[in-house]
């Protein structure tokens, strides 16, 4: 069943993830988009703030990106995104944490006769419950 702009409410929720990170792909992600050493490289991440290696806050929104199109684009009637607000990153995530994520409609507007803008509070959490991202998508959906 195809979920259009006329089947969401405010106040729908959804949550869905289990998916661990390794330190593999962080540092391979990092060493291409964002070379800091706290991502990269081992011995300097343990002299760093976070005292290891973690992961970059670019990686974990590619990470959700791709947990949320695995689990809601073949049922979704969405045309893609008009922006994210609010992205904030709470809390490292280091090689071995599991992420999940919980949305939340907020808010729903017509956009034109065939479209509607939705709005999400999205967090990303990790093994232990903790906030680790969060940030306010606004999605395009198609109307009936």
Same mark, same amino acid.
């Given at each position: +069943? *195809?979920?259009?702009?006329?089947?969401? !409410?405010?106040?729908? $929720?959804?949550?869905? %993830?289990?998916?661990?990170?390794?330190?593999?792909?962080?540092?391979?992600?990092?060493?291409?988009?964002?070379?800091?050493?706290?991502?990269?490289?081992?011995?300097?991440?343990?002299?760093?703030?976070?005292?290891?290696?973690?992961?970059?806050?670019?990686?974990?929104?590619?990470?959700?990106?791709? +947990? *949320?199109?695995?689990?809601?684009?073949? !049922?979704?009637?969405? $045309?893609?995104?008009? %922006?994210?607000?609010?992205?904030?990153?709470?809390?490292?995530?280091?090689?071995?944490?599991?992420?999940?994520?919980?949305?939340?409609?907020?808010?729903?507007?017509?956009?034109?006769?065939?479209?509607?803008?939705?709005?999400?509070?999205?967090?990303?959490?990790?093994?232990?419950?903790?906030?680790? +991202?969060?940030?306010?998508?606004?999605?395009?959906?198609?109307?009936?």
């Amino acid at each position: +069943m *195809t979920t259009y702009y006329e089947d969401i !409410e405010p106040g729908d $929720t959804v949550e869905f %993830g289990g998916r661990t990170v390794t330190k593999d792909e962080m540092v391979e992600f990092a060493e291409k988009y964002d070379p800091q050493p706290f991502h990269v490289d081992e011995e300097a991440a343990l002299e760093s703030f976070f005292g290891g290696l973690v992961a970059s806050g670019w990686f974990t929104a590619a990470v959700v990106m791709r +947990m *949320t199109v695995d689990h809601h684009l073949d !049922e979704w009637a969405s $045309t893609g995104a008009l %922006g994210v607000g609010n992205l904030r990153w709470h809390a490292p995530v280091y090689p071995g944490d599991t992420l999940s994520v919980r949305t939340e409609v907020t808010e729903k507007k017509p956009r034109d006769e065939t479209t509607g803008i939705v709005r999400y509070e999205k967090e990303v959490l990790n093994q232990d419950g903790e906030v680790v +991202m969060s940030m306010q998508p606004h999605v395009l959906f198609e109307r009936r």
